[in-house]
Nanobody
Framework: VQLVESGGGSVQTGGSLRLSCVVSGITSDEYITAWFRQAPGKGREGIACIKNTDGRDYYADSLESRFTISADRAKKTVYLQINDVQPEDTAVYYC?????????????????WGQGIRVTVSS
């Protein structure tokens, strides 16, 4: 299984960003793709996840509605749209896959991870 993130970089406060994660090497249709992030000096936190079979999405209760997860099944790509970015969004963002049908943002459930992509928000 291989996950490749793209779309990170530097963005100014108030701007928007869309991260992409291309998923390959999975033979099952039943899996969950999630986005996590790790800010400097903090632990990794779950943002959102989406089921490959029906596209249902789930979000961390602690996060605002500035984040939107979506998927293009034909392209095997999952996206994370971040609107009105804030300095606290500065982090390394990871996509991850759990070969399962039960969505969650429980980090140990995820067996496959991308290399991470850095997002830096400047004021």
């Amino acid at each position: 299984v291989q996950l490749v993130e793209s779309g990170g970089g530097s963005v100014q406060t108030g701007g928007s960003l869309r991260l992409s994660c291309v998923v390959s090497g999975i033979t099952s249709d039943e899996y969950i793709t999630a986005w996590f992030r790790q800010a400097p000096g903090k632990g990794r936190e779950g943002i959102a996840c989406i089921k490959n079979t029906d596209g249902r999405d789930y979000y961390a209760d602690s996060l605002e509605s500035r984040f939107t997860i979506s998927a293009d099944r034909a392209k095997k790509t999952v996206y994370l749209q971040i609107n009105d970015v804030q300095p606290e969004d500065t982090a390394v963002y990871y996509c991850a896959v759990d070969i399962d049908y039960l969505p969650s943002l429980y980090e140990p459930s995820y067996d496959h991870w991308g290399q991470g992509i850095r997002v830096t928000v400047s004021s």
